[in-house]
């Protein structure tokens, strides 16, 4: 049974910085590419950064230079740095992986507030 858990939200003030990380179990996580997405009230849900299965990157525009996605396949650990928060980075952040479109696997998600 695939399971994703995300942790290290919470409140961080304009500016700051706060690091997400995603245990995944059930499954062989270095085989896969994972997503970060998030969702703010009332609004859909983005993808905020993804890295493949052999490291390559990519991020959204609105937080290119300030976020950073890694990976520690031994320790089945997804990560994203989040520097230089501003409040619109307010949401639930949810990791998530792929195995194939029958197969999408998500988190419960981590409330992150940027707030003074």
Avoid at 21 to 35: D, E, Q
Avoid at 50 to 62: E, L, P, R, V
Wanted: aromatic share 10%; hydrophobic share 30%.
């Amino acid at each position: 049974q695939v399971q994703l858990v995300e942790s290290g939200g919470g409140l961080a003030q304009p500016g700051g910085s706060l690091r997400l990380s995603c245990a995944a179990s059930g499954i062989t996580f270095s085989l896969y590419g994972m997503n970060w997405y998030r969702q703010a009230p009332g609004k859909e849900r983005e993808l905020v950064a993804m890295i493949t299965s052999g490291g390559s990157t990519n991020y959204a525009d609105s937080v290119k230079g300030r976020f950073t996605i890694s990976r520690d396949n031994p320790n089945n650990t997804g990560y994203l740095q989040m520097n230089s928060l501003k409040p619109e980075d307010t949401a639930i952040y949810y990791c998530n992986i792929n195995v194939d479109r029958a197969h999408r696997y998500w988190g419960q998600g981590t409330q992150v507030t940027v707030s003074s």
